[in-house]
T-cell receptor
Framework: NAGVTQTPKFRILKIGQSMTLQCTQD?????MYWYRQDPGMGLKLIYY???????DKGEVPNGYNVSRSTTEDFPLRLELAAPSQTSVYFC????????????FGQGTRLTVV | GQQLNQSPQSMFIQEGEDVSMNCTSS?????WLWYKQEPGEGPVLLIA?????ELTSNGRLTAQFGITRKDSFLNISASIPSDVGIYFC????????FGTGTSLTVIP
């Protein structure tokens, strides 16, 4: 069972470059989330989506964009990478609002130099 | 947004010791969850609590849903080296809220 799959696992970007972090889930979950985790810190919500075509900002959305054209995919876009975006990024999904378990991908470790 | 604060922030304990950590919220939750994140991995669900006052066990782990519905507690008995990781509390809502995390180091 694939679950939530994130690519790439690691990436180094130069300041000002752009990239897309891919996230796909095969569980037909409606809700998907993007979190960032800075070293020694908890998870901060960047963006979330309650279904295809619907996205909303979380706690730290600045510098990021998302889209949700299908139920399966929820890519996260960094347009102008900055050192402050160095972090580990996690994608997660749940079947519906209030669901008791979020399923996580293995994370993407991003370094901006 | 809702704030979930965990304490302690980090713990260094000897193998075999018991561990206690807690999570407090600024708002009421109807469900409390505890996740564990091992190094280099995403968080994985350990225990789910659905009712105020509920006490639930999963092996050496025991979690309690506080009576006020604004807090929860996690205990680990007889810790072993593989208990190392970051433990997060979480509350599901329209967003999935995570606590600040408790980092656990077990010294053999």
């Amino acid at each position: 069972n694939a679950g939530v799959t994130q690519t790439p696992k690691f990436r180094i970007l130069k300041i000002g470059q752009s990239m897309t972090l891919q996230c796909t889930q095969d569980m037909n979950h409606n809700y998907m989330y993007w979190y960032r985790q800075d070293p020694g810190m908890g998870l901060k919500l960047i963006y979330y989506s309650v279904g295809a075509g619907i996205t909303d900002k979380g706690e730290v959305p600045n510098g990021y964009n998302v889209s949700r054209s299908t139920t399966e995919d929820f890519p996260l876009r960094l347009e102008l990478a900055a050192p402050s975006q160095t972090s580990v990024y996690f994608c997660a999904s749940t079947p519906q609002v209030g669901a008791t378990e979020a399923f996580f991908g293995q994370g993407t470790r991003l370094t901006v130099v | 947004g809702q704030q979930l604060n965990q304490s302690p922030q980090s713990m260094f304990i000897q193998e075999g010791e018991d561990v206690s950590m807690n999570c407090t919220s600024s708002s009421i939750f109807n469900t409390w969850l505890w996740y564990k994140q091992e190094p280099g991995e995403g968080p994985v669900l350990l225990i789910a609590l659905y009712k105020a006052g509920e006490l639930t066990s999963n092996g050496r782990l025991t979690a309690q849903f506080g009576i006020t519905r604004k807090d929860s507690f996690l205990n680990i008995s007889a810790s072993i080296p593989s208990d190392v990781g970051i433990y997060f509390c979480a509350g599901p809502g329209n967003q999935f809220y995570f606590g600040t995390g408790t980092s656990l180091t077990v010294i053999p």
